[in-house]
């Protein structure tokens, strides 16, 4: 998973709490990114980031936000879980490499389910 | 908006048949086409990229085709095996360090 974990892997919680999920990377990667995993939906992108403290909205970001206070951190944090929240979240990071390419490695994911 | 759209949904290929899996996108600032392959209960892993200056890239088994003129892209799989059963995913991307905006994917499976 190209250095790239996430925790929780798995989390229940109740409508109306707020949850945080964690993506640590090791490749010193500038670009790191939220996606949701949704069955017909493919991936959607929710927040991101291109370097510390710079932080920009994806496709579904209502209902989330997002802190990167260190290059190997980012945190995903759902305010007010809602059940339409209920999905699989994959972090992704991305730098540049030899020809200047941008690929986009994911990690693992977080199964989290909003009752 | 569906800005990228992935066919067929899902798709059954004999054991050493050819899977084709195509992809159609909108938006012409898309500079980067990655095609992703994803097993139950795991990340998605990157299979092969192929940017708009060129029509076709070859990796293994593994064959994209580009057609910048439709808006169209197409991974190709060989000599299919039982192993590449999973779900397909095209994507595209912007310029810069946008995210990738994914096609809905295709459940592949390969019958021995």
């Known amino acids: 998973d190209a250095g790239i974990t996430q925790s929780p892997r798995h989390k229940v919680t109740e409508t109306g709490t707020p949850v945080t999920l964690r993506c640590h990377q090791t490749?010193?990667?500038?670009?790191m990114y939220w996606y949701r995993q949704d069955p017909g939906h493919g991936l959607r992108l929710i927040h991101y980031?291109?370097?510390?403290?710079?932080?920009d909205k994806g496709e579904v970001s209502d209902g989330y936000s997002v802190s990167r206070s260190k290059t190997e951190d980012f945190l995903l944090t759902l305010e007010s879980a809602t059940s339409s929240q209920t999905s699989v979240y994959f972090c992704?990071?991305?730098?540049?490499?030899?020809?200047?390419?941008?690929?986009?490695?994911f990690g693992p994911g977080t199964r989290l389910t909003v009752t | 908006q569906q800005q990228v759209k992935q066919s067929p949904q899902s798709l059954i290929v004999q054991k050493g048949g050819i899977s084709i899996i195509n992809c159609a996108y909108e938006?012409?600032?898309?500079?980067?086409f990655p095609w992703y392959q994803q097993f139950p209960g795991k990340g998605p892993a990157l299979l092969i990229a192929?940017?708009?200056?060129?029509s076709e890239k070859k990796e293994g088994r593994f064959t994209i085709s580009f057609n910048k003129s439709a808006k169209q892209f197409s991974l190709h799989i060989m000599d299919s095996q039982p192993g590449d059963s999973a779900t397909y995913f095209c994507?595209?991307?912007?310029?810069?360090?946008?995210?990738?905006?994914f096609g809905k994917g295709t459940h592949l499976i390969i019958q021995p």
């Open positions: 992704a990071i991305s730098g540049p490499r030899g020809g200047g390419g941008y690929e986009q490695y």
């Open positions: 490749e010193n990667h500038r670009y």
């Open positions: 980031s291109y370097g510390v403290k710079d932080t």
């Open positions: 938006n012409t600032a898309f500079d980067y």
């Open positions: 192929i940017r708009p200056d060129v």
């Open positions: 994507a595209a991307r912007g310029g810069g360090a946008d995210g990738l905006t």
